[in-house]
């Protein structure tokens, strides 16, 4: 005879419907889930539904603030580490860790959050951990001379870079997070201009990522169980094993080391100077450029004078070849006039000289 089966506690029957929420709303989102399919696949009637959670609304809002809740926790552990590369470093593993771990949890935040969530948006989240990463920015900023007044547009650039890229791993899934995570620490800590072609992960941040997921699994929804319950188990689900046999509670990530310090410290001087004599080499280039351009402008200032003096000669020659043609003109007229003189003078004499002739023989003679 099987036993009969144990009635859940309202503790329980709670925990079921959410964690059957979360799985509905992230296949088909806030609008595609019902509260009929809620309580249908959890094999209990609506009305168990309405009386732990008022609606699907209040289901809806308790898992938007646990994945909110969950991911915050993580990414800001990561952010105390001591040193700025580490920092980056767990930050970006602190995510790909949620987005592998709780692959339904970051489907349900970067979809188009309801308002029924009650706490806001993925965006909003991403603001919250663009305000953390701010305050390092700004520290960073200050100690290599930058304005920290762009400390918090550089935070934004940052953080939307790693969240964008979340969301590409989270169908992909290929390479390893730890690998992505260290390219995108390339890209960010050394820039395009300084890409490792084979970047890795410091010591102390390998294998964080999945310290950090176990860490962070499944935590109770605020307000609804007292400090240091937990969530008791799904009656479907392998009841818990017995304490003897249990997995060790995760250790917190190791502190970096001296060495490793260092070695970080001597990356940073390295990095100051590739960037140092990167602008010293921008700026020879600049100057080059300058006397390249000053150059070819005295060569076209030179160019135009020669062709302005080759224009002005012309002129005068032509002035002057003018000139003399007026002189030759003004010849050749007094040259015409001077022989109209002449002819008619040579003119007046002949008619002179036939008057006194035909005088001469009308006068009479004695």
């Keep these: 005879m099987s036993e009969p089966r144990r009635r859940m506690s309202g503790k329980e029957r709670r925990e079921q419907l959410i964690q059957i929420s979360r799985t509905l709303f992230a296949e088909k989102g806030f609008d595609g889930t019902s509260v009929e399919e809620i309580a249908a696949t959890a094999n209990v009637s609506k009305p168990v539904v309405y009386e732990h959670f008022g609606g699907k609304e209040g289901v809806y809002a308790v898992v938007i603030d646990r994945e909110m809740q969950k991911l915050l926790i993580m990414v800001t552990e990561a952010l105390s580490a001591s040193h700025s590369l580490i920092k980056l470093e767990r930050a970006a593993?602190?995510?790909?860790?949620?987005?592998?771990?709780?692959?339904?949890?970051?489907?349900?935040?970067?979809?188009?959050?309801?308002?029924?969530?009650?706490?806001?948006?993925?965006?909003?989240?991403?603001?919250?951990?663009?305000?953390?990463?701010?305050?390092?920015?700004?520290?960073?900023?200050?100690?290599?001379?930058?304005?920290?007044?762009?400390?918090?547009?550089?935070?934004?650039?940052?953080?939307?870079?790693?969240?964008?890229?979340?969301?590409?791993?989270?169908?992909?899934?290929?390479?390893?997070?730890?690998?992505?995570?260290?390219?995108?620490?390339?890209?960010?800590?050394?820039?395009?201009?300084?890409?490792?072609?084979?970047?890795?992960?410091?010591?102390?941040?390998?294998?964080?990522?999945?310290?950090?997921?176990?860490?962070?699994?499944?935590?109770?929804?605020?307000?609804?169980?007292?400090?240091?319950?937990?969530?008791?188990p799904h009656p479907a689900e392998p009841s818990p094993r017995p304490a003897a046999s249990r997995s060790p509670a995760p250790q917190p990530p190791a502190p970096p080391t001296e060495k490793e310090l260092r070695e970080l410290e001597k990356a940073r001087e390295r990095e100051q100077k590739e960037q140092e004599k990167l602008r010293e080499r921008e700026q020879r280039e600049a100057e080059k450029l300058a006397r390249e351009q000053e150059k070819a402008r005295l060569r076209e200032q030179r160019e135009l004078e020669k062709a302005r003096e080759r224009e002005q000669r012309e002129q005068q020659r032509l002035l002057r070849e003018q000139e003399r043609a007026r002189e030759r003109e003004q010849k050749e007229q007094e040259k015409a006039m001077l022989r109209e003189a002449k002819a008619a003078e040579r003119e007046a004499v002949k008619r002179a000289k036939l008057i006194g002739e035909e005088q001469e023989k009308f006068e009479p003679s004695e």
């Design 93 to 232: 593993l602190a995510l790909l860790a949620y987005v592998e771990e709780n692959s339904e949890g970051f489907r349900i935040l970067v979809r188009d959050s309801h308002a029924a969530s009650g706490t806001g948006t993925f965006a909003s989240l991403i603001n919250d951990i663009a305000s953390q990463v701010e305050d390092v920015m700004v520290d960073e900023f200050v100690e290599r001379g930058y304005d920290p007044k762009l400390a918090p547009m550089y935070a934004q650039m940052l953080v939307g870079m790693v969240a964008l890229t979340g969301q590409w791993w989270l169908d992909v899934r290929r390479p390893s997070r730890e690998e992505v995570a260290a390219h995108l620490v390339n890209l960010a800590w050394n820039g395009l201009t300084g890409l490792d072609p084979s970047p890795r992960l410091t010591a102390s941040s390998r294998g964080l990522g999945q310290r950090l997921a176990q860490a962070h699994q499944r935590p109770a929804d605020a307000g609804h169980h007292p400090p240091g319950s937990r969530p008791q």
